[in-house]
């Protein structure tokens, strides 16, 4: 007969330290290795992306063959993408990029034109060169802080530290076993409950995958439609790079609101060289894509989903930036999405009890 495990007693005290050194313990692993939280993070929303395929699917064949159906599916997406847009965004990035410094310049003598005539009328604090040397010396330190920011940190996480082979693997394998799991993962959450509070942990559980899954969905049209409509109508309109400029647009459109705006940067730099007429248009175009994004894309299909405020979207994306940077920015949103879940999940359910001292009633 085998012997039961000697108990070792620790104070509750003693328990609680050790909990709390775990969790700084792991805080610290997270902080040091920043590849690990994102690539989770990653392979969350792949996860998320795909229950929806999954949970079709699996009303018809096992579910190991509906996982298995959604991720072939997103790999000919993406192999079709990678095969035949991404070879002609990256062919057109690096004509931009060579074109930039001519690009600059033509902007410069447009600027310098326009404030002669401030200047004329004593409008100015310096000589039209000047200014438009400053104004165009601004314009490259933003360009390169966005690039930097959006860009650079962001795909340097994910992919300075490890291979990309080896990080999408990881992303691949984390959705992967999250989708295979979930149902294990969902009985032991459940099981952590106490009994007669299981068909609220249960509410939440669905509520909570509910709003993270339509903001991604959500995230996945905005994208789709700013970069597309943005990269057919610089095409119509004759400014070169449009895919590429398409491209920017949608990575920038992940920050809501504000996104329309910075992604509008390089393309009127493109059209100044054109004419101002082409520069006309694709102010034009970016107004109308801005309006389009606030007051009918971002409204509806993430603010809603999400159930969330449009100014409370606003205004977290801008203490996210404040606090985070381009992290705080991307993850402003389902912060949201999931604050609201937990106050509306407690909302309903918080009681308060009358105190001894309070008056009776009546």
């Given at each position: 007969m085998?012997?039961?495990?000697?108990?070792?007693?620790?104070?509750?005290?003693?328990?609680?330290?050790?909990?709390?050194?775990?969790?700084?313990?792991?805080?610290?692993?997270?902080?040091?290795?920043?590849?690990?939280?994102?690539?989770?993070?990653?392979?969350?929303?792949?996860?998320?992306?795909?229950?929806?395929?999954?949970?079709?699917?699996?009303?018809?064949?096992?579910?190991?063959?509906?996982?298995?159906?959604s991720f072939l599916i997103l790999l000919a997406v993406v192999l079709l993408l990678a095969y035949i847009l991404l070879p002609l965004i990256v062919s057109q990035a690096g004509a931009l990029v060579t074109a930039l410094p001519d690009l600059v310049q033509n902007l410069e003598q447009y600027l310098v034109r326009a404030l002669r005539a401030l200047h004329a009328r004593d409008l100015l604090p310096d000589t039209p060169e000047a200014v438009a040397g400053r104004l165009i010396s601004d314009i490259k330190d933003s360009l390169g802080l966005i690039a930097n920011n959006v860009l650079g940190r962001t795909l340097g996480i994910l992919f300075g530290t490890f291979s990309w082979a080896l990080t999408l693997f990881a992303v691949i394998f984390i959705a992967a076993s999250l989708l295979a799991n979930v149902r294990s993962f969902k009985a032991a959450y459940l099981t952590s409950v106490p009994g007669h509070y299981r068909h609220d942990a249960l509410a939440f559980w669905d509520a909570l995958g509910h709003a993270l899954s339509s903001y991604l969905g959500g995230l996945a049209v905005v994208l789709a439609i700013q970069g597309g409509l943005s990269a057919a109508a610089l095409f119509l309109i004759g400014v070169p790079y449009s895919l590429a400029l398409g491209a920017?647009?949608?990575?920038?459109?992940?920050?809501?609101?504000?996104?329309?705006?910075?992604?509008?940067?390089?393309?009127?730099?493109?059209?100044?060289?054109?004419?101002?007429?082409?520069?006309?248009?694709t102010g034009m175009l970016f107004l109308a894509i801005q309006q389009l994004e606030g007051n009918v894309?971002?409204?509806?299909?993430?603010?809603q989903t999400i159930k969330v405020p449009s100014v409370l979207v606003f205004l977290g994306v801008l203490a996210g930036g404040s606090l985070a940077g381009i992290t705080g920015v991307l993850l402003a949103v389902p912060t949201l999405a999931t604050l609201r879940v937990i106050f509306d999940f407690f909302r309903v359910r918080l009681r308060t009890e009358p105190s001894p001292l309070d008056p009776p009633p009546g």
């Open positions: 085998a012997r039961k495990p000697t108990p070792i007693r620790i104070s509750v005290t003693a328990w609680r330290l050790i909990l709390l050194g775990l969790a700084a313990l792991l805080a610290l692993i997270l902080w040091a290795v920043p590849i690990v939280p994102a690539v989770a993070l990653a392979g969350f929303a792949v996860a998320l992306v795909l229950s929806f395929p999954v949970h079709l699917f699996a009303q018809y064949v096992p579910r190991s063959l509906a996982i298995l159906l920017w647009v949608s990575i920038t459109a992940v920050i809501p609101y504000l996104g329309a705006w910075i992604g509008a940067i390089p393309a009127l730099l493109v059209a100044f060289s054109i004419s101002p007429t082409a520069a006309v248009l894309l971002t409204p509806r299909i993430q603010a």
